[in-house]
């Protein structure tokens, strides 16, 4: 269910008492985007765990585990878009900080070429928040596209980065 809520202006990341709930879970990753200091250090590693531990279970090849991960991209995204969109409008504030489905994302996009190990895992990690932070062209310039598109996009800009990065770590590793 959908209600209208007064937009919030103080900055914090208690969302308004009417919301929409699935946008508000979705937007933060299940209360990772609410975990302090670093909201999008603590969804990104969420989202590495979450992985880590979900894919290595099910035995796959590394074509299979790419697809999967691809997959999980895309659905994401598709469903962080709107999620990230909403939770903007609700509490009021461009790009909130504890929004962090859009480094899910990201995370994931470069973990789809990474080996499940330990090792590649937090290389994977560390690659994905360095080019968050940086945020080198294009992706400084696709955070400034309208509500949940540039929240998302950006950051899977910084995941395309990091997994080139883990491409040519991989080849010559």
Known sequence: MTTKAEPRTEGIADPPATRTRWAWLVATFFG???LKPGPGTWG??????????????????SWTQAAITVGAVVAVTIIGIPAASIVERECGREDPGFV???????QW????????????ALVGFLLFRIFDIVKPPP???LERLHGGTG????DLAAGIYGLLVMLLIRHWW
């Open 139 to 141: 992706a400084r310039q």
């Open 32 to 34: 990772a985007g609410r």
């Open 151 to 154: 929240i998302m996009l950006d």
């Open 44 to 61: 990104s590693l969420a989202a590495a765990i979450l992985w880590y531990c979900a894919l290595p279970a099910a035995h796959l090849n």
């Open 100 to 106: 962090v489905i859009d480094e899910v994302a990201g």
């Open 109 to 120: 996009l470069v973990l789809a070429a990474t080996p499940l190990d330990m090792g590649h």
